[in-house]
């Protein structure tokens, strides 16, 4: 701006007005210099309008010097004042008048109220006394006169509460109606604001016509609505004074009626418009309504935010509104222009006491007000600000939410999420052995990764993502799309220092998972087996349905307890389990052998149609020769539909079985590639192929109808039968009857033609399953129909005679299921056995069970460990006497799971006590087992195994006698099964062979449990492992010495992608436990003696794990140089076993001999192997009913009639075997003078 007289205003020739003084000119802003008027008079290229307009504003100014001295911008269309007078103030009185005017209501309201309540009290308490005088009239039964007047007021009264019940809801959100109204008078809100804000570009006071004006128009829709909204809050008030005086009421005072004012006038004022932005403070309760923020740390970042751009915002309006005007008093003369966002600026570098001095206030209000400012703004921001940063600094990293890829699985892991558990779960779960994994991996945990996990997680990044919450909060269930997700799995801390705390922390996620969302598929791994039983009570656990519980427990001693009827068993199993990548050696030496096996894992497959009628030792040979496939076991569907499990899982069911339609084999194999073959086999195109890699999906239709279908459809429609009451077609016939119907056409033929048929074409097809080469005995394979045990019952629907024979409804001798042998509890006094005691019975064969534990120690459930031993698939005598040393508080504490067990015995004592261990003839056992139950609560993760590391190597340094010799000279012993060449025992279908005489403890066969993987460096002083090699590279987990929990963790990945991989290995490892079982445990904790029927004796009829020599006995042929595949087929012909791997003598490939007496395991060998005499072969072999007619002997030292009352004595097994007829008279005789001790145990 610039004055006329104080420099020339406007031009150098300024003339007379120039000079004159008082007229001025008023630059309002800098882009709107063509609509100023000027006072000068030389101004020729004016118009004529502009030039009256301009004289009559110079003649004003001469006689108003002090008032009229400013004009504003005017625009040609509207007719404004013409004298230039601004009408601020006429604004500025409407909002004044309304806010005093409407407070002077309120109080001489409030006033006339209370004097009329004062003045009335007098005669409000005559009415009272009038209406208890009234009152005791209606008493006497007098009538009450109704008062008229007294009935109006209350009707009145009515009709004011509801209509303010009614706007109160609407204001409150407590209805839809309401909440939209809440977010729509905000909505308007920020809209008027950012209409202030467009029109703060402009003049602070202009001429504008309502009717061309949009944004007036706008403006004024907003505020009518504004209005109606005021009323509603007005009428719901309880409180109109305080209503009066809130921070909206004011907003709305100061900003509704100046627009109705410059409706009026055509004028337009910013004023106080600004004050819109204080809304802004109710931000965080809008976002509440709609449901956004939801936690508290979010709510109160959007309400500091909110109150300080609020602030901030108001504050800028005002300084903008005095600055653009100037002061009063001063005339206005001392404004300056300043946009909105520079007044902005000017706030924030004020609040944060920078003041760079760019931009300053010039008017004596602006100053004043930024004095106060100051004190307010800067408490503000050196509070607020670092409250906002720490709150946006603590968000989560991780807490988003999971966005679902269509077409795309996941799955939420949560639980024990550290590095090693991932890692090990990730190893597995993402191996390139799998078929392409299409699964994404969502992590839940509470705690943020470390740098270490985090840097995993970016390794994985396209297919992990990790997100930070619990899954006991529904909110980061619904995060991480639980309802959505194919499974949920959770993982243990294994060694955590109170394992039933962290069960019952995984049973309540289960619980909180199952409660958000009853039908998601949960895999969850628990430390205890006794914790198993709460999983039961969740009404939405589900087995059947896809929900598992591994439990550690159960599944830990369960490999140790394989491995101690088969040594190495636990390692070939867990290898099994494993997705192991494959290793190639080139050198000869037992590890090339070893990790050729530990490449194999179990996979599921349905089997061909091509399959379908023949037994499954026929498909099981064909498998293997053919397809290059070992197939174990098969899913079998029972036929009735009323049984609770339908369908089971049969381990080598023997030739019995028919395979049928769409029946699933479980596979060992290399990768799932190569388990396809089973499904694409096709005889009529893969017949002829000799490479099992060319066998792929052929072309051929596969007929709708199996030719056994067909062929038994006519013979019964000949015989007038139904198909289930029809016999005339044998099951022999059914195996092969789809491959004769290939070759012949099938045509209406009589019964007997059908059966005399495919009967002989079934004698005359001869075997072509082998490859072609030269018979090594130069006679041809024994057929199927010569081994005696072909032609057993079917088990599943008849028992065998033996077990009718032995059902006595007088003695319970198995548990309820059939399962189990099973002895009346008894008292653990009478199982505990001195050192005395024990040196005095002569144990042997069996098993020695040290354990570290106290009364304080955890409870490991020894139960399972002893269940396997106890399976009813073994004939009583066959079963191996159970001695546990360690301290009897502990063994106290377990006791009540062992009481039902028979043959147990207690040791008091410690088992790195060298006398309690040569008390039970530790160098005569068949297995010692070395456990610990103490807690892991050590720093030091290589002294978390000591007392199990300590113990076995007290074992291996201990120096025996030829212990075979003394029991030899003893006339009342009797030499202990496998050193007696004529003993049955001895047999390479039943045992293995045992060391001629164990003399030091190195021989003796031990399997030692680990905590930590890295310990197991500790066990074998001998071997080269290095510290860092995994655990299954090591020589003690090869050899089937160590085992460690940590294997298990690839359960989880194996669980999920096919859950009958559980099912098999639980069947294998626990001897038969099932999910009914488990139920009866869980209602007693203790097996439940049950008498013998038909169908419970037909649950032994299932095969179990044992150890063929090749030393002598039928294959002694095949052990010196001969084929694994030989052997497997004619063990498989011969026995119905079912060879898979082979236990071999560490050293057996070197030309020298050596005393080395490890072995290592060689899980599922090619046909082409070649075998050595001493390899033990593993195998699945099938009940033997005539076994159980065997008695059982006990040996005794020459001390034992002496204690013939106490708990002592191991049985031996003497099960008969295929040349049972041949034993020698000697041993005959031999049994004849030994004697039977009923045994308490």
């Known amino acids: 701006m610039a004055n006329g007289g104080g420099g020339g205003g406007g031009s150098s020739s300024g003339g007379g007005g120039g000079g004159g003084g008082g007229g001025s000119s008023l630059r309002m802003s800098s882009n709107i210099h063509a609509n100023h008027l000027s006072l000068d008079a030389s101004s020729s290229s004016s118009s004529s309008s502009s030039s009256s307009s301009s004289s009559s504003s110079s003649s004003s100014s001469v006689h108003e010097p002090k008032m009229d001295a400013l004009i504003i911008p005017v625009t040609m269309e509207v007719p404004c004042d013409s004298r230039g007078q601004r009408m601020w103030w006429a604004f500025l009185a409407s909002s004044m008048v309304t806010f005093f005017g409407g407070l002077f209501i309120i109080l001489l309201w409030r006033t006339l109220k209370y004097l009329w309540t004062v003045c009335c009290h007098c005669g409000g308490k005559t009415k009272e006394a009038q209406k208890i005088n009234n009152g005791a009239s209606q008493a006497d039964g007098t009538l009450k006169p109704v008062d008229e007047k007294e009935e109006v007021v209350a009707a009145e009264v009515g009709w004011m509460t509801s209509v303010k019940d009614w706007a109160g809801v609407m204001i409150s959100a407590q209805t839809l109606t309401g909440r939209v109204l809440v977010v729509l008078v905000f909505a308007l809100s920020i809209g008027a604001l950012v209409i202030y804000f467009i029109d703060s570009s402009n003049p602070i006071e202009s001429c504008q016509n309502f009717y061309k004006d949009f944004t007036l128009q706008i403006d004024m829709a907003f505020n009518v ?17 305080w209503f009066w005086l809130e921070v909206n009421s004011v907003v709305d005072f100061f900003t509704v009626p100046p627009v109705f004012v410059s409706v009026y006038l055509n004028r337009s004022w910013l004023g106080l418009r600004f004050l819109r932005a204080l809304r802004l403070i109710q931000f965080s309760e809008i976002l509440q309504f709609l449901n956004i923020l939801k936690t508290s740390n979010s709510i109160k970042l959007v309400n500091l935010l909110s109150i300080f751009i609020s602030t901030w915002l108001t504050a800028a309006g005002f300084i903008h509104l005095v600055e653009n005007s100037g002061d009063p008093w001063e005339n206005f003369q001392n404004n300056q222009a300043l946009t909105y966002w520079e007044c902005v600026y000017l706030l924030m570098v004020t609040m944060s006491t920078v003041g760079y001095g760019d931009v300053y206030a010039k008017t004596t209000l602006g100053r004043l007000f930024m004095v106060f400012f100051i004190l307010g703004g800067l408490a503000m921001f050196a509070s607020y600000v670092p409250e906002i940063i720490e709150l946006i600094g603590n968000r989560k990293k991780y807490g988003g939410s999971y966005s679902a890829v269509s077409g795309r699985k996941h799955i939420v892991v949560c639980g024990h999420i550290t590095l090693e558990s991932v890692s090990n779960f990730l190893k597995d779960f993402l191996h390139k052995d799998r078929d392409d994994v299409n699964v994404e991996i969502v992590f839940l945990h509470n705690i943020s990764p470390n740098l270490e996990l985090e840097a995993l997680f970016k390794r994985h990044f396209t297919q992990v ?11 980061d269930l619904a995060r991480v799309k639980i309802e959505s997700a194919d499974a949920c799995l959770i993982l243990a801390n294994k060694y955590c220092a109170d394992p039933d705390a962290e069960d019952a922390s995984n049973i309540m996620r289960v619980i909180s998972i199952k409660n958000y969302h009853p039908k998601i598929r949960i895999i969850t791994q628990m430390l205890q087996y006794h914790n198993k039983a709460h999983l039961l009570n969740i009404p939405s656990w589900n087995w059947k349905e896809g929900d598992d519980a591994i439990c550690l427990a159960e599944l830990k001693l369960g490999f140790i307890a394989q491995s101690c009827l088969a040594q190495g068993l636990s390692t070939m199993l867990a290898n099994l389990f494993s997705m192991r990548s494959f290793i190639k050696i080139e050198e000869d030496t037992w590890q090339k052998y070893y990790l050729e096996g530990v490449s194999n894992e179990m996979y599921t497959e349905y089997l061909s149609s091509a399959f379908v009628g023949l037994s499954f030792p026929t498909v099981c040979e064909l498998c293997f020769v053919k397809l290059k496939l070992l197939m174990i076991a098969i ?9 609770r499990s339908r369908k089971r899982i049969l381990i080598n069911p023997g030739n019995h ?22 499904f694409f086999y096709c005889k009529a195109c893969h017949d002829d192929i000799t490479d099992p890699k060319r066998i792929k999906k052929c072309g051929c239709k596969r007929p709708k109808m199996s030719i056994y279908k067909r062929m038994r459809r006519a013979c019964c429609s000949d015989c007038g039968r139904s198909e289930r009451d029809c016999s005339c077609m044998s099951g022999r016939v059914r195996g092969n009857v789809d491959t004769l119907g290939r070759a012949f056409p099938l045509s209406p033929v009589s019964v007997n033609d059908c059966a005399t048929s495919f009967r002989a074409f079934e004698d005359e097809q001869p075997s072509t399953l082998s490859p072609k080469k030269k018979q090594r005995n130069g006679g041809m394979r024994n057929s199927p129909s010569s081994s005696p045990k072909l032609m057993r019952h079917d088990p599943l629907l008849i028992p065998g005679n033996d077990q009718i024979d032995n059902m006595d409804s007088n003695v319970k001798k198995y548990d309820s ?34 354990i570290f534990g106290d009364v304080s120690s955890a409870l490991i459930g020894l139960r399972n460990l002893v269940m396997p031993l106890r399976a009813s698939n073994f004939h009583y005598h066959e079963l191996k006497h159970i001695v546990f040393v360690g301290s009897i508080e502990y063994l106290k504490r377990e006791w009540e799971t062992l009481h039902n067990f028979p043959k147990v015995s207690i040791l008091p004592g410690t088992p790195l006590s060298r006398a309690d261990l040569r008390a039970v003839n530790i160098n005569l056992c068949d297995m010692c087992v070395i456990l610990s139950a103490n807690q892991n609560n050590i720093d030091d993760t290589s002294l978390q195994d000591k007392e199990c590391i300590l113990a076995s190597l007290n074992i291996k340094s201990m120096q ?12 009342q012993g009797f030499t202990p099964p496998g050193m007696d060449r004529s003993s049955p025992d001895n047999s390479p279908v039943h045992g293995m062979l045992r060391q001629p005489s164990i003399t030091t403890g190195v021989n003796i066969p031990i399997i030692t449990e680990l905590v ?47 859950d009958n991989i559980l099912t ?15 139920a009866l445990i869980a209602e007693e904790n203790a097996l439940r003696g049950g008498y013998s029927t038909p169908q419970t004796l037909a649950n032994r009829d299932r095969c179990r794990v044992a150890q063929l020599a090749l030393l002598d006995g039928p294959f002694a042929d095949l052990g010196d140089g001969g084929c694994y595949g030989d052997l497997f087929c004619k063990a498989l012909k011969t026995y119905n076993m079912l060879c898979f791997g082979i236990y071999r003598l560490r050293d057996a490939h070197l030309s020298t001999p050596s005393q080395c007496t490890k072995r290592y395991v060689i899980t599922n060998p090619p046909y082409e192997f070649e075998l050595v005499p001493t390899d033990l072969i593993f195998c699945l072999m099938q009940f033997d009913h005539n076994a159980g007619q065997s008695r059982a002997s006990l040996s005794h030292s020459s001390h034992s009639s002496q204690s013939s009352s106490k708990k002592s004595s191991s049985v031996h097994s003497i099960p008969s075997t295929a040349n049972r007829q041949n034993r020698p008279k000697s041993r005959e005789s031999r049994d004849k003078q030994k004697y039977v001790q009923e045994e308490r145990l």
């Open 1012 to 1058: 930590n993987d890295t310990n197991v460096q500790f066990l074998d002083q001998d071997d080269d492992d290095d510290p860092d090699t995994e655990l299954y590279l090591t020589q003690p987990f090869a050899c089937g010495t160590a085992f460690a929990v940590s294997v298990l963790d690839s359960l989880m990945s194996a669980t999920y992608f096919n």
């Open 657 to 678: 079985l028919k395979i049928q339609e769409g029946t699933l084999g479980f596979f060992i194999a290399s990768d799932a590639k190569e388990v396809k073959r089973a």
């Open 960 to 971: 025996f006698d030829d212990s075979i010799g003394v029991l030899q000279a003893n006339s």
């Open 817 to 850: 299921t059939g399962m189990f042998h099973w002895c009346a509890p008894k008292e653990i006094e009478k199982v505990i056995l001195t050192r005395s005691e024990a040196a005095m019975t002569v144990l042997s064969g069996h098993v020695v069970v040290c």
């Open 635 to 643: 899913e079998y569907k029972s036929a009735n539909r009323e049984s």
């Open 225 to 241: 609505f504004f209005l109606l909204y005021f009323g509603l809050r007005f009428i719901a008030a309880n409180d109109k004074l």
């Open 1064 to 1078: 098999l290995i639980r069947t294998l490892v626990t001897g038969g436990a099932t999910p009914e079982l488990e």
């Open 465 to 475: 993502e990790f997100y930070q919450g619990s899954v006991l909060n529904p909110h």
